[in-house]
């Protein structure tokens, strides 16, 4: 039996996670639960599930979560509650499954305690990648990722030599604009962004595969967790979203996985690894696929490709100040207070201004982070002036 605790368990991918749970009939417990502000959806996965935890990250709110729950269940909030839920004695296994850089300290929290990580969070990895592999490795903890191209390429590289890897090619859809020209994206709204052709997500990570920066961040992610350089990690745009990713080998043979774009398959691998099982999720039917094409990324349209490999090779700081800017610009595109091609203007120009060094320690990669939410909202005030 895995029992599991679960951050982030009202989003996308959390509630995914409870759906592959539910099919895998109580072969997965829940030892604990976390979420930031959802304390409807909370307090409903609470009933069902019955972990000893439950966490509301907005601590406004942990009252009205007790109310919710009922006596019985043990509620806190705020930080310390998510670390709290990150270490709980009884998960054997923390699926990380937070927006963005808040899931960076309870991630380390769960390997100082031990436990085995699924990783959905990406920005954890690009932020402070060196801090997480590094203290993985002394704790001796696995880190099985839940991005699907990820999923994918830790598939292809089982059982094979680390070194033997040549090049990791991270397929991408496109997202909604891949066709579109450069004039038009400067009239793209969030509506029309948010409208994924193959992938049903978060805000932040759709926006995010709107710009290509998702597969920038997943560059970084990469680099980290199979431990290659980031010249070794290629972008191929892949329409069909059947191909999640591939390894070319020193030899020249290519190994890839395949599967329908469906969350709940890299989750399953990811909660039972190594074991395989049929939960009756649906089937890729190769002969009605029948064409899988594969194409360059347009640089030139999509910059954030570009902005992700400079802030991979400068290192230190500078991927943690590229992801803090984005999540900012991110916001505040969703907000409509700026447009959508001045996403990736102020990531580049925050990473510009951003004067680098150190980065080796979570300190200095937390204060870089808050410099730059500081340095993309002042951007963004000198924007809508300008406009
Ligand atoms: N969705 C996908 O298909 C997909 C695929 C691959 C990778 N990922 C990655 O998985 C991660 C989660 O994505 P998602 O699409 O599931 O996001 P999402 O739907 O926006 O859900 C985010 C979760 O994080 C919580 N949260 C939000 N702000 C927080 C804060 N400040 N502190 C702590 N928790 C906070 C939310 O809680 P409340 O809802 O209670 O506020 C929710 O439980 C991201 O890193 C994303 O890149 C997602």
Redesign the pocket.
Known sequence: MMRISL??????????VLDVVERLGGRVQVSAL??????E??ARQARRWRPGLVC???ASKVGELREACGPETRVTAGADG?IEAAAIESALKVV?????T??LEPTLAAIDAGKEIAL?????LVAAGHIVMRRAAERGVRIIP???EHSAIFQCINGEDPASIETIFLTASGGPFAEVPKEELLRVTPERALEHPT????????V?SATLM?KG?EIIEARWLFGVRPDQVRVVIHPQSIVHSMVRFVDGSIIAQLGLPD?RL?IQYALLYPERVDTGLPRADMERIGTLSFRPPDEERFPALRLAREAAQIGGTMPAVMNAADEVAVGLFLEGKIGFTDITQMVGETMRRHVQGGGATLEEVLSADAWARRTAADLAEEIAIAN
């Open positions: 951050l982030g368990s009202t989003g996308s991918i959390g509630t995914q976390a979420a930031h502000s959802n304390v959806l909370l509301i990250g907005d998510w990380i499954a937070v927006a963005g808040p899931g959905a969070s990406k920005e954890v839940i991005d699907s992938w049903r997500m978060g805000k932040k990570v759709t995010d998702n961040l969350m890299p």
